[in-house]
């Protein structure tokens, strides 16, 4: 019997379905599979962190520095009076994990920070800026909403996160990690993180003076165009645009019953 191949049909590598709806199809698997990722990689920061409570992180980084945090002198009567406002904020804070420390960075430009271990880094450019404690306290305040949250180490990046994991498991040292004030003051937290750190310092600052006043009046007079943009880029690029924010602090105010009004305390300097 003789074999007789047979011709393939017409059309065969031709797709029934419509290119467009082909290329939909691809689009939105591929943003699915993106998704699970996204979501399977906060996931996994989450269960690293679960490993560095709090005090373990405390202890991993006591004493530490950044290597590239350059400090006013010790002797500067700025460091005692802000040390002085971030402990008084952070009592009212009950039951709060870390001892916090605080450097001043002597840096022109405007920003604060929260590193591992409870240091927080406020820059000789922000405290030009203040011009009262209440708005010192609110600024302090805020940065020890992250250190609730816990978004000071989610915001380090998922590599120096796991290092840190590493470095609490093996008890090694905090110094060979790495981190450093350039790079942190470039991250900025999503506004859900931003928003929540707010209402937590808001609220200490209430508790702390009775009132909210001139809590906010640092970032309305930003908003009024006050300072040179460049003074104070660090500070708004890594935290709310000023006028959003003064907004809704306004709101939260209204919303908790906390009085606008009060005793406005002077800073030394
Ligand atoms: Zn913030």
Known sequence: MKFVSRQPREGINVS??????????????????????????????DLAL??????????????????DLVTVSPADTRLDETQRVLDRMAFHWGDAPYAFRLEIDASELANAMALPGGLIVVTEGLLAQVESENELAFVL??????????DHLRALGRGIVFSVVLAAVTGDDASNLGINVADLALRSFSRKQELAADEFGLELVYTNYGHVNEAWRLFDRWDDGDRSLLDIVSYTSTHPQPGNRVDSLEQLARDRGWPTSGPVTALSW
């Open 50 to 67: 679960y490993f560095v409570p709090p005090d373990k992180e405390a202890a991993l980084f006591r004493d530490w520095l950044p290597d």
């Open 141 to 150: 305040g805020h940065e020890l909403g992250h250190y609730r949250n816990r």
């Open 16 to 45: 029934d379905t419509h290119p467009l709806v082909e290329a939909g199809t691809l689009v939105a698997g591929l943003t699915a599979i993106f998704l699970l990722f996204a979501v399977v990689l906060i996931f996994l920061i």
